[in-house]
């Protein structure tokens, strides 16, 4: 029976850190004695086996490391082949200080990348609430305040006071109810000036530019002969604006 020392480089989970190795391979003939007889031919034979266990552990753990490769030798002993039988296997495991500190660097590097991983996860998925806190809005103001002209008067009254509007109840502290509900009643669907108002946006839409601007002119004339220049003015300025 004899005894083989060599040491190794077994690579770690990180392939690119590798831990140090001194292996002691108790060994004997084996097979017929005419048969070539090497004492790497053992060396050879346990180094697969520290090579796919120290592959599956950390160079921080260096005595876990030690542990999990020792067990994985005795579970596959006795080991024979090339006129050899191995019959027992001590590794001593060591991390040097470069390869400590590297494995740390990986450690932080991989727990920063965590970190801003996570950070951009969390912007996405604000981004994404913010989107669809649009689209929810979007559609509130197209299907529900938009749907006639009383609801859109009365947001545009509340709106300004968003800030001081009690979530799920009444308006804000001051409001002159029945003032509100006169504005708004004006604004019903049906009364004289939103069908007249009605009646406008679709004549407006079926002019040409130039007819745009000519019935600004008009309405400020008609406007000026009530007696309000001030209005008067502002429609025959945009008549100079109009799309």
């Known amino acids: 029976m004899w005894t083989s020392v060599f040491s190794d480089r077994p690579k770690s989970v990180e392939s690119t850190l590798c831990f140090s190795a001194r292996i002691e391979v108790t060994w004997q003939r084996h097979g017929s004695s005419a048969s070539p007889m090497s004492s790497q031919a053992a060396a050879r034979l346990i180094r697969p086996l520290i090579d796919d266990a120290a592959a599956t552990c950390d160079v921080l753990r260096p005595d876990a490391a030690e542990q999990d490769i020792a067990a994985a030798i005795q579970e596959n002993l006795p080991i024979d082949g090339e006129g050899v039988l191995v019959t027992d296997a001590q590794v001593r495991i060591s991390v040097d200080a470069a390869t400590h500190e590297a494995a740390l660097q990986t450690e932080k590097l991989r727990r920063d990348y965590r970190r801003q991983e996570e950070l951009l996860r969390h912007e996405y998925e604000l981004d994404e609430l913010a989107r669809r806190q649009a689209r929810a809005r979007e559609a509130f103001l197209r299907e529900e305040i938009l749907a006639n002209p009383a609801t859109a008067r009365l947001y545009t009254l509340l709106e300004g006071a968003v800030e001081h509007w009690p979530r799920l109840s009444g308006p804000p502290r001051g409001t002159d109810l029945s003032s509100l509900v006169h504005e708004v009643q004006q604004w019903q669907s ?40 001030d209005t008067a003015y502002r429609l025959a300025s945009l008549a100079g604006e109009a799309p």
């Open 190 to 229: 049906g009364q004289q000036w939103v069908t007249v108002a009605q009646l406008l946006h679709e004549f407006v839409n079926s002019l040409t530019t130039e007819g745009r601007k000519e019935l600004l002119t008009i309405l400020a004339d008609a406007v000026r002969a009530f007696g309000d220049d």
